[in-house]
């Protein structure tokens, strides 16, 4: 079965500190991949999406980035954190053109910026 | 004008009583529509998946979409406290991008 893991659970980091958040998927190969950023009372906000090794398309302009090394590995990282980078983190999967019928959110990282 | 409007409650009810959550949508090119349920510090999971106009059924749950009105609606029947939970409508014209609502807090008191 596929699983999706992400890792840390929570994260206190200081204003112009660097970010690092991994995202890995385990049972399925070529999975489209996501980064999703839910603010506080706010719905969710696509950030990055990925359809392959090396392919990052962002739909947000801001300071933080997005890389796939690896078929199965999403990572979304800043150089310098702001303290509107603060907020809750989800990593997302779907099969390859499947998308449409739904994604698998991984359990979260809670940035708090200060 | 978002292109999904969900109203972000929130929404109290007593257990067993019948709920509606909505979400409304400007897009036409929309034919994939969802509702996740997420819990508190969790991440979102899928709950009802519907392609284009008509009702679906999953036990207590019912999902319906109107594409005329551009409308889309999940019932909870009997609701339960376990249900308390944010739900969250969405939905796609193309597999590589989903578009969320904003998400409605529910909580059913015992």
């Known amino acids: 079965s596929q699983t999706i893991h992400q890792w840390p659970a929570t994260l206190v980091q200081p204003v112009g500190s660097p970010l690092s958040l991994e995202c890995t998927v385990e049972?399925?190969?070529?999975?489209?991949l996501y980064w999703y950023r839910q603010a506080a009372g706010r719905g969710l906000q696509l950030l990055f999406y990925?359809?392959?090794?090396?392919?990052i398309s962002s739909e947000v302009p801001q300071n933080l980035s997005a890389s796939r090394p690896q078929d199965r590995q999403f990572i979304l990282s800043s150089k310098k954190l702001l303290l509107s980078d603060s907020g809750f983190y989800l990593c997302?999967?779907?099969?390859?053109?499947?998308?449409?019928?739904?994604?698998?959110f991984g359990s979260g990282t809670r940035l708090t910026v200060v | 004008q978002k292109e999904v409007e969900q109203d972000p409650g929130p929404l109290s009810v007593p257990e067993g009583a019948i709920v509606s959550l909505n979400c409304t949508y400007s897009n036409s090119a929309f034919q994939y529509f969802m509702w996740y349920r997420q819990y508190s510090r969790k991440g979102p999971e899928l709950l009802m998946y519907t392609y284009s106009s008509g009702n679906k059924e999953d036990g207590r749950f019912t999902a319906q979409v109107d594409k005329s009105s551009k409308y889309i609606s999940l019932f909870i029947r009997d609701s339960q406290p376990s249900d308390s939970a944010t739900y969250l409508c969405?939905?796609?014209?193309?597999?590589?991008?989903?578009?969320f609502g904003q998400g409605t807090r529910l909580t059913i008191n015992p």
């Open positions: 997302a999967w779907s099969v390859e053109g499947m998308g449409s019928y739904g994604y698998t």
């Open positions: 969405a939905m796609s014209a193309s597999p590589e991008k989903l578009v």
């Open positions: 049972g399925t190969s070529n999975p489209n």
């Open positions: 990925s359809v392959g090794i090396g392919q």
